[in-house]
């Protein structure tokens, strides 16, 4: 903020919820003029506009859901100087209109949000991103800003180049989560597994589930609707009305389960998300830090919660080698896609191998993740590896995992019989191993790309040339052993994550909820459960105490002081 005050351009990279809206929004208030924020997204818009409002901010949104007589009052407001911030979506930024509107306004500073958005490389690339570009001649002499949560290093490159900020300065802060817990683990019955979790760790909380198809996004929220979990879908297939109302409802109601593709997300603003579950494997490390960093934004305990199979590898590699791209981007996402596959099969911390990603060395053991929690066993599977690689091989390449299984589990199913496999050197060597362990082996060995798979010919099991070298004796192989677990429940990290008095907690909820629905806005711009929390530890006597809450100050502390003193004093 220093530095774009004192009018120097930069690039900022905060983890999600750690504070990257305070670095343009102050900035924007404090230098004359008003701030123009780029951000790609309408509902991301409304919910900032909404909350710097209710701090007595003027901020208003340009974009594509205001009326002509709305839009044409903005523009008088923005050429008289009565707005502080602007929102504005890069498609109305270039529009003739906004263009012609441009040398009458005095700008404070130029912010663009998600700029990872620019990059080719990045993991939700939108081609409008690269006019802006533009924008620092658009506005010469304005302190110009490009902010993101997820972004490696050659991302990172792209985005200075492609907005023309080589001179900015940098800022990265870690990627650390204190409050997040990774977990990641076997699919089995996906959504059982994810019921189970829901209902035990945080049932009647808000979450957010990530299928990869529309179809299995309908089920998995048919399913949790018919458990009692209140879920509803969201994707790309449903009209704009449905995706509004979906959107509205997880906003403003609480305890809402949200099953989407990856078409929701970006534009959440809410704070209070106690999970994000994958169902199915995302694209790259950067989408999973996106992702899960949606959940636990306003600092309190939160899961990021995920589970693979075997089969989600075939089809995440599947759908790179058979797209459109060019051979290069194909190589790229591929290489990502395996980085992504060591972070889930790694023995060491999560957060750790994380951090290592985006570059931070020497972080500790996070403590939290269920790496630290539960220690995986690593073991030599290099014989297993083999025998494994054997039965691909002397079944000609031609059969799913489950069917190897059988194989080398000895099982003469009656398709095992009809190809004679049980004749086969192969056939039962694998008796020592149980089958879950073996269905985890071909996981790893897919994700190590020691096999792979032909969706085309339904999940066959290929070799690869990294199959010959183990088969050879000239490559050793490490595994994870799948030993069944009894969850250890990990520590809170934070101090009063719990409420002292859950009555009260619950008082002020509900008055909370009262005052965001008469004024049409999420509970969660009126307070987050995190300054609700502070009012029960803290138990406020009088406004100046109320203003010291967190997430409070005197704007809040004038329009809520009356209110909440009350209910806590009923308390």
């Known amino acids: 903020m220093e530095h774009v005050l004192g009018g120097g351009d930069a690039f900022v990279l905060l983890p999600t919820g750690g504070g990257k809206s305070l670095c343009y929004q102050i900035p924007s208030i404090v230098r004359e003029g008003v701030g123009l924020v780029v951000s790609p997204l309408i509902a991301l818009m409304d919910d900032q506009v909404g909350a710097l409002r209710q701090h007595g901010v003027r901020a208003s949104a340009w974009h594509s859901g205001l009326s002509a007589k709305d839009a044409y009052r903005l523009e008088r407001e923005l050429e008289e100087g009565k707005i502080e911030i602007v929102y504005v979506s890069p498609e109305r930024l270039f529009s003739d209109r906004f263009r012609e509107l441009a040398p009458r306004l005095k700008l404070s500073v130029v912010a663009i949000d998600e700029a990872h958005c620019v990059s080719h490389w990045g993991h939700d690339f939108r ?30 490159e792209e985005i200075l180049d492609k907005l023309g900020l080589r001179q900015a300065k940098v800022f990265v802060r870690s990627f650390a989560r204190p409050n997040l817990n990774l977990r990641i683990g ?35 929220a048919e399913f949790l609707k018919a458990q009692g979990v209140r879920a509803i879908p969201y994707h790309a297939g449903l009209t704009p009305n449905v995706r509004r109302e979906a959107q509205q409802s997880f906003l403003r109601d609480e305890g809402v389960v949200v099953v989407a593709t990856i078409a929701f997300g970006m534009g959440i603003d809410k704070p209070d998300v106690r999970f994000v579950a994958h169902l199915d494997l995302p694209r ?35 759908m790179i080698q058979n797209s459109e791209a060019p051979e290069e981007r194909k190589r790229v996402e591929l290489a990502k896609l395996n980085q992504l596959l060591g972070l889930c099969e790694t023995a060491q911390c999560r957060e750790q191998s994380v951090l290592t990603y985006f570059g931070e060395s020497g972080a500790k053991p996070c403590g939290r993740c269920d790496n630290c929690a539960e ?16 039965a691909v091989a002397r079944t000609g390449e031609r059969f799913g995992a489950s069917h190897l299984v059988d194989i080398l589990l000895g099982e003469a199913t009656e398709k095992v019989v ?21 269905m985890a082996i071909f996981r790893q060995l897919a994700s190590l790309d020691l096999v792979g798979v032909n969706l085309a010919e339904h999940g066959q099991v290929v070799l690869t040339p990294g199959s010959w070298e183990v088969l ?63 009012m029960v530890r803290i138990r406020p006597s009088d406004e100046l105490e109320f203003s010291q809450v967190h997430g409070v100050g005197g704007t809040k502390a004038r329009r809520y002081g009356e209110k909440f003193l009350e209910a806590i004093r009923a308390g």
């Not at 959504?191 to 990869?212: A, D, P, T, W």
């Open 127 to 156: 081609p409008e991103y690269l006019q802006l570009g533009e924008l620092g001649k658009l506005f010469p002499g304005v302190p110009r800003m490009a902010l993101t949560a997820t972004a490696d290093i050659p991302t990172r």
């Open 186 to 220: 076997s699919k089995n019955e996906p959504r059982k597994q994810l019921l189970e979790f829901i209902r035990r760790e945080h049932n009647g909380e808000s979450g957010i589930v990530y299928r990869q198809s529309r179809a299995e996004v309908e089920k998995t």
């Open 284 to 318: 790259s490390i950067e989408a999973y830090v996106q992702e899960t960093g949606r959940a636990g934004r306003d600092g309190l305990p939160s899961d990021g919660w995920m589970v693979y199979g075997f089969q989600d590898i075939a089809v995440a590699r599947s």
């Open 375 to 390: 220690p995986p066993v690593t073991w030599d599977g290099t014989q297993a590896a083999q025998k494994a690689l054997s």
């Open 418 to 438: 009809k190809f004679t496999h049980d004749k086969l050197p192969t056939f039962g060597v694998g008796k020592d191993i149980p089958k879950t362990e073996w």
């Open 472 to 534: 050879r004796g000239k490559r050793t192989v490490a595994l994870r052993r799948m030993e069944p677990k009894v969850r250890r429940k990990v520590a809170k990290v934070l101090t009063g994550d719990q409420p002292a008095d859950p009555g009260l907690f619950q008082s002020l909820r509900a008055l909370r909820r009262e005052l965001a629905l008469e004024q049409g806005v999420p509970p969660f711009v009126v307070f987050s459960d995190k300054s609700l929390l502070d």
